[in-house]
């Protein structure tokens, strides 16, 4: 079955960087889309990032973009989230996801980003 296990969470300060990376088993990686979403204390998931099986086309939400960038190393299984610039409001539970028949059907189990002003 579908592993995907997240790290790279930690705590940091306003305009910190953290790197997260989702290592993915159990199919071909490379041959699905894969995206970052994340839930805040009292708030619904949302998007963050999402990225094509081959890694050429990526998307953001508007909060996001210009500061985080998502990647991927088909070679290595790996989905990374490089986030620049970080501010308190994108304190979450960082969550990777594969898509699979245009929903994202497979989840990791969340790492804890937390953003201190």
């Known amino acids: 079955q579908v592993q995907l296990v997240e790290s790279g969470g930690g705590l940091v300060q306003a305009g910190g960087s953290l790197r997260l990376s989702c290592v993915a088993s159990g199919r071909t990686f490379s041959s699905y889309a894969m995206g970052w979403f994340r839930q805040a204390p009292g708030k619904e998931r949302e998007f963050v990032a999402a990225?094509?099986?081959?890694?050429?086309?990526?998307y953001y939400a508007d909060s996001v973009k210009g500061r985080f960038t998502i990647s991927r190393d088909n070679a290595k299984n790996t989905l990374y989230l490089q986030m620049n610039g970080l501010k308190p409001e994108d304190t979450a539970v960082y969550y990777c996801?594969?898509?699979?028949?245009?929903?994202?059907?497979?989840w990791g189990q969340g790492t804890q980003v937390t953003v201190s002003s």
């Open positions: 996801a594969q898509k699979d028949a245009g929903l994202y059907n497979y």
């Open positions: 990225i094509n099986w081959s890694g050429g086309i990526t």
